[in-house]
């Protein structure tokens, strides 16, 4: 089952973006959930994780203190807060099923990916 990402966009840097991720009729609480980007010509990268119950939570270095991710397993929903955004943020965001998020080798993609959203910061 994919799970889709949206509410990318064109912002200024500086600016704030929510994106969110569901997957309908999908047992979302069973899974851990990964958010991961691409910037044209480089590598797919991790961004955060959120474990089942939301207690364990990862980001990278770059977007500590800046993004904060959450879900609301009734709503079968994850989010990405994304505040004080800058150019290097620029990529298209994805969401996947991970193994968990205690450690990089938990956080591998469970399933296929599906379709990111675009998000662009520029002045």
């Known amino acids: 089952v994919q799970l889709q990402a949206s509410g990318g966009g064109l912002v200024q840097p500086g600016e704030s973006l929510r994106l969110s991720c569901t997957t309908p009729?999908?047992?979302?609480?069973?899974?851990?959930v990964g958010w991961f980007r691409q910037a044209p010509g480089k590598e797919r990268e991790e961004v955060s994780c959120?474990?089942?119950?939301?207690?364990?939570?990862f980001y990278r270095d770059s977007v500590k203190g800046r993004f904060t991710i959450s879900r609301d397993n009734g709503k079968k929903m994850v989010y990405l807060q994304m505040n004080s955004l800058q150019p290097e943020d620029t990529a298209v965001y994805y969401c996947?099923?991970?193994?968990?998020?205690?450690?990089?080798?938990?956080?591998?993609?469970?399933?296929?990916w599906g379709q990111g959203t675009q998000v662009t910061v520029s002045s």
């Open positions: 996947v099923k991970v193994w968990g998020c205690s450690s990089s080798a938990d956080r591998r993609p469970l399933g296929s």
């Open positions: 009729g999908f047992n979302f609480d069973y899974y851990a």
């Open positions: 959120i474990s089942t119950s939301g207690a364990v939570t």
